[in-house]
């Protein structure tokens, strides 16, 4: 039973990691148009500088993930302390080392 219970309160931990990469993932995905060229026409033939809406992305990203980096080191390190505390009670009680779904 204490392993069902320490096994639930990994997947939510895990659960809200999840939560946040998407919700970073959605807010880079609205960022997107405005990060695109204004023209539509080149001029002199020459398309846009892809680097440089790569490097308007990454710096974005950057910003946002570090945003929510505390909370996001936080819940890794309960994971870490989660997976480690599951896998010691696992080894005590002889338990199989993966659970059948």
């Given at each position: 039973m204490l392993l069902f219970r320490m096994e639930e309160a990994r997947r939510q931990t895990q659960h809200q990691l999840d939560l946040i990469e998407r919700r970073i993932t959605r807010r880079m995905t609205a960022l997107i148009p405005s990060l695109k060229p204004k023209r539509r026409v080149y001029r002199g033939g020459r398309p846009p500088?892809?680097?440089?809406?790569?490097e308007q992305y990454r710096a974005n990203l950057a910003a946002i993930t570090a945003e929510r980096q505390p909370e996001i080191d936080a819940l890794s390190r309960k994971l870490a302390r989660q997976d480690r505390a599951i896998a010691l009670l696992r080894?005590?009680?002889?338990?199989?080392?993966?659970?059948?779904?």
């Open positions: 500088d892809a680097s440089a809406f790569l080894e005590r009680d002889g338990s199989p080392t993966a659970r059948a779904a």
